[in-house]
């Protein structure tokens, strides 16, 4: 049961090509559309190096994510150069050039019910996955 889980929540996150990003901090409540890859149960995001959500991740990296379909909590990390996915095709987009690498690991996928012919459904997903 838990794999199909996990696999319901990586073909969601697969789907999206761009969430609405939100973090808060230092920098009060800040949010954007942005960019993103899903490979498993990691999404991967590029956050322009001069925004206030990156300010605010580098002070806490607890995020909210949200797609029409979905929206996931989870924790955010800025990657080095080294860290990141050789085969992202995210980082061959025109802006990332300019932007940071962040990764999520999502702690909490809610699924939006579609036109009330489907309910809501909540997926936590443990920390060390």
């Known amino acids: 049961m838990l794999n199909d889980l996990r696999q319901q929540v990586a073909d ?19 949010a954007a559309l942005v960019r993103c890859e899903a490979r498993d149960l990691q999404l991967y995001i590029l956050v322009p190096h001069a925004s206030d959500l990156l300010f605010n991740l580098e002070h806490r990296p607890d995020v ?3 797609t029409p379909l979905w929206q ?9 150069t080294a860290e990141h996915p050789t085969d992202l095709a995210l980082l061959a987009a025109p802006e990332a050039a300019w932007c ?4 999520i690991t ?11 012919t489907d309910t809501d459904e909540t997926i936590d997903l443990p920390a060390s996955q």
């Open 12 to 30: 969601l996150l697969g789907a999206a090509r761009q969430i609405t990003l939100t973090t808060w901090g230092p920098a009060e409540l800040q």
């Open 64 to 66: 909210l994510t949200v």
């Open 72 to 80: 996931v909590r989870g924790l955010a990390r800025v990657l080095t």
């Open 100 to 103: 940071a690498l962040v990764a």
């Open 106 to 116: 999502p702690t909490r996928l809610h699924r939006f019910g579609e036109g009330g």
